[in-house]
């Protein structure tokens, strides 16, 4: 929407200094080099590896960056807030469930020189499994106009719920469709509803295939971070912050609990599995 907030800027200091201690955040001086060597090949798939919970390595990845933050909410809070909070969560939360290689990863920069970042990062790093955490808007012709806190702003409350996301063109696949499933069905558990208007025309270029109808995961095969990473990888989109309503659930300790919960559910069940 091209919105400047003098709230992105209360938003985005504190969450620069937590990037630093990050230890995936990084900025390489060969990323243009690295970058054109991603996008001219295919990944080559990493062997799948047995699941020992202490040893198996995800990556938990902040959707976004503090140059590049994503959505706006209804509530002109950017998007890389609520993706950082929640993300910092589930990996707390793995972490306590015994998946203690599991890392958070933060990147800078523009949107599109930051895709290519995550997946050399999660690459380089030999990760077994690759979660990207979102939060939903809306497309810019759903948008409606209110007014919050004295300020002009924008709002769609005509959908809600989750989303999850995979790659065809991902090494593998099967086994991210697998996780992917898990996932949808653990926030099913939780009571939570995935968004279904991914497979409606008004939604135009950002229209998806749905793969699962009983669990809501959707087929995004051009996503650089699905597509590009060795591992297995999934992508959420936790609630959208575009809705009024949601975007203070979104808020709330409760349903970032209910969502961290049910992906350290769902990787139990995955590791139990393998």
């Not at 001086?29 to 047995?50: D, N």
């Not at 005509?158 to 697998?178: C, D, E, I, M, Y």
Request: aromatic share 8%; hydrophobic share 40%.
């Amino acid at each position: 929407m091209g919105q400047s907030r003098s709230i992105i800027a209360i938003w985005i200091m504190p969450l620069v200094a937590s990037i630093l201690l990050s230890p995936f955040a990084f900025v390489d001086a060969t990323e243009a080099a690295a970058t054109r060597k991603i996008a001219r090949s295919r990944p080559k798939p990493s062997p799948a590896a047995k699941c020992e919970m202490p040893k198996f390595k995800i990556v938990v990845d902040v959707g976004h960056t503090p140059d590049s933050y994503g959505a706006l909410s209804a509530r002109n809070d950017p998007e890389f807030g609520f993706n950082f909070r929640l993300a910092k969560l589930i990996t707390a939360k793995l972490k306590s469930e015994g998946f203690a290689a599991t890392r958070l990863l933060v990147t800078d920069g523009k949107a599109k020189a930051s895709l290519f970042k995550r997946v050399s990062a999660a690459n380089d790093g030999r990760a077994d499994l690759f979660l990207s955490v979102h939060h939903d808007s809306a497309p810019d012709k759903l948008l409606e106009r209110w007014e919050f806190d004295g300020t002009n702003s924008y709002f769609s409350d005509r959908f809600s719920g989750h989303s999850l996301f995979v790659s065809q063109r991902n090494p593998h696949f099967a086994t991210s469709l697998r996780l992917a499933r898990m996932i949808g069905r653990q926030l099913k558990e939780q009571g939570l509803n995935y968004a279904n208007q991914y497979t409606l025309p008004v939604m135009g270029r950002y229209r998806r295939q749905l793969i699962d109808r009983n669990v809501g995961v959707y087929r995004y095969d051009g996503l650089v971070v699905l597509s590009r990473t060795r591992s297995a990888a999934v992508l959420i989109e936790a609630g959208s912050i575009i809705n009024r309503d949601e975007e203070m659930e979104m808020n709330s300790p409760e349903r970032q609990e209910a969502v961290a919960a049910a992906v350290a559910a769902a990787m139990r069940e995955f590791c139990e599995r393998r």
